[in-house]
């Protein structure tokens, strides 16, 4: 597996200035795919001081520029399509078939859609005897996952480089060779140096150097609702602008009357994709009582055609987690779930057989789930589905609101007008009806803990955007 032993920064590799590396591994099998270097300090000074010297030519591109730059970048993230999916699965583990529909095609997806609004953004506006300028809000640290490795790093980048803004990207531990893969894409597709830079380190060293920095001026991250307090604080400290996607706990909301084998199936599909390793994933199934166990049913055995296997065989719908810390948090929900009085109805703890390495957990489904339980109320981060009842709709409401995260959601209904009704209620920030299809333009992002701010479309540009008023 490819992998560079130094930084992007200012628009070449380099040397880290330290001799520390970190190992990546495939969770299939454990075996050692590459090593990065773990950027310190001085890494990220290095990487903000390039980003600072390049902001004013990059702020003063003309934005029908800045497109064109975004438009060869699409081309060339499609052109390495098939090899970002072969990354993606090395590092992360997903599923082939995943790491191409998704994880390679919904970034390339993004990419050109802000390098159509980089074109069509109306930067200026007149109101009254007033110009409305928007510009670039300047140097932007972004803080990346690993669940989703490139959707999220050009959910960040393609929107700052369409502003006009520079950045420095410091992707997660567990997969950063995707994001060295769109280093070179970004190279190749000429944005001048300094504009974009990358340093891979650990989160509570290079991260955390990166929050600090006095010469970012927006901090960009998406992770834990943990993590993000802590990335909040230490930007609050600067009073630097955050944009922070965290965690959630989605209710699926089925409605009676509704088409419950389809919305089961699909429920079901949502939490199990990619490991369960989504923050907007549907974790909760909320079913009425007169349904309910037809309902458990259903999930059971939709749940049990989703065996693991090897990520490379296009079979497989279900690979490993990303690392043994993360199966031993997951298998750790499931034993606090049956500890609690939850009925397991297919997966459990034990590791599933055929697999005797490699991060594997059983796709699991719990009944007889209530509110308060602790797997109804936090975020678990793998294949674990709960099955919750109640009584009406305004119970419904209550329970699907009773956490502290509002990140996505899902209602099915009979009548679009009564779920879409249903949803406005709901304390969340997306929400798909009856199935509805992802939008990479409509905007993403939490109520509640589940974060600040937007991504994607118009919304996600707007973040690294802002206003200055000229009064003539």
């Not at 509570?204 to 943990?226: M, Y």
């Not at 630097?240 to 699926?252: D, F, H």
Request: charged fraction near 20%.
């Amino acid at each position: 597996m490819k992998a560079h032993d130094g930084m992007y920064i200012d628009g070449a590799w380099r040397p880290a200035a330290g001799t520390g590396t970190i190992q990546v591994t495939n969770p299939a099998d454990e075996s050692l795919l590459a090593t990065v270097p773990a950027g310190g300090p001085e890494d990220i000074e290095a990487a903000v001081r390039a980003a600072r010297a390049a902001l004013p030519g990059w702020a003063a591109t003309a934005p029908a520029e800045r497109a064109a730059r975004l438009e060869v970048l699409q081309g060339i993230l499609a052109d390495r399509r098939e090899e970002m999916a072969e990354t993606v699965t090395a590092e992360l583990g997903s599923p082939l078939t995943l790491s191409r529909k998704v994880h390679a095609a919904v970034p390339i997806a993004v990419c050109g859609s802000y390098a159509e609004l980089a074109a069509e953004y109306a930067f200026e506006q007149e109101t009254g005897n007033s110009r409305v300028l928007r510009e670039p809000v300047g140097v932007v640290g972004a803080i990346t996952p690993w669940n989703y490795p490139l959707h999220q790093i050009v959910a960040k980048a393609a929107p700052a480089l369409a502003a006009g803004c520079t950045m420095v990207l410091k992707p997660p531990e567990d997969t950063p060779l995707v994001a060295q893969l769109f280093a070179e894409a970004v190279h190749e597709a000429g944005v001048p140096a300094g504009v974009f830079n990358l340093v891979t380190g650990l989160g509570p060293v290079a991260g955390q150097a990166l929050a600090e920095h006095e010469g970012v001026d927006l901090l960009s991250f998406t992770g834990s609702t943990a993590v993000g307090r802590r990335v909040g604080a230490l930007a609050a400290a600067g009073v630097k602008r955050v944009a922070l996607e965290l965690g959630g706990k989605s209710a699926n909301v089925i409605l009676p009357g509704a088409d419950l084998a389809k919305a089961v199936k699909v429920g079901v599909a949502n939490v199990m994709s990619n490991s369960g390793q989504t923050c907007s994933a549907w974790t909760r199934m909320l079913v009425d009582a007169e349904r309910y166990d037809e309902a458990v049913r259903l999930a059971a055995e939709a749940a049990a055609k989703y065996v693991t296997g090897d990520p490379l065989d296009e079979a497989t719908r279900v690979g490993p987690v990303v690392n043994a810390k993360q199966r031993e948090r997951v298998t750790g929900y499931i034993r606090r779930g049956q500890e609690e009085g939850a009925r397991l109805v297919v997966g459990g703890a034990e590791p599933p057989e055929g697999h005797g390495r490699g991060h594997y957990v059983r796709p699991t489904v719990f009944a007889d789930v209530t509110p308060e339980m602790t797997i109804a109320q936090e975020e678990i981060f793998g294949p674990v589905l709960s099955v919750l009842e109640y009584q009406d709709t305004e119970d419904a409401l209550r329970i699907a609101n009773g956490t502290v995260y509002g990140l996505a959601g899902a209602v099915w209904s009979e009548d679009e007008a009564e779920a879409v009704a249903f949803a406005r209620r709901m304390e969340t920030g997306q929400v798909d009806i009856n199935g509805g299809r992802f939008n990479p333009l409509a905007p993403f992002g939490g109520y509640k803990q589940s974060g600040v701010g937007r991504e994607l479309g118009v919304h996600g540009l707007e973040e690294y955007l802002q206003t200055k008023s000229l009064q003539l």
